[in-house]
């Protein structure tokens, strides 16, 4: 029993990273997003041409132009000319 418990737990550690969101920047320049997870708010910086996983367990995000989505950790957000979608 306690190597199911060894190897489920392994399991949900390895993919963890996987269900992250990513933030994808297409502009030239780099652009900062602020990141809340709980009360804790940190601002990522993406750089030109940059891909950066974050946001494993859920978050919210304030774009570059001001608007706020909630995030569940399994979307895409792409940056180009300044504006954010989400995928």
Known sequence: MNRYATA?????VSA???FAASAVNKDSE???LV???GSTK????VGPGETVDF???GCFVTFPNG???ALTG???IEITGGKATVN
């Open 8 to 12: 489920f737990l392994l399991v949900v």
């Open 16 to 18: 963890g990273p996987a």
């Open 30 to 32: 780099p652009r900062t």
């Open 35 to 37: 990141v809340t997870e």
């Open 42 to 45: 940190n601002d990522l910086v």
């Open 55 to 57: 946001c494993p367990a």
């Open 67 to 69: 608007d706020r989505q």
């Open 74 to 76: 399994s979307e895409t």
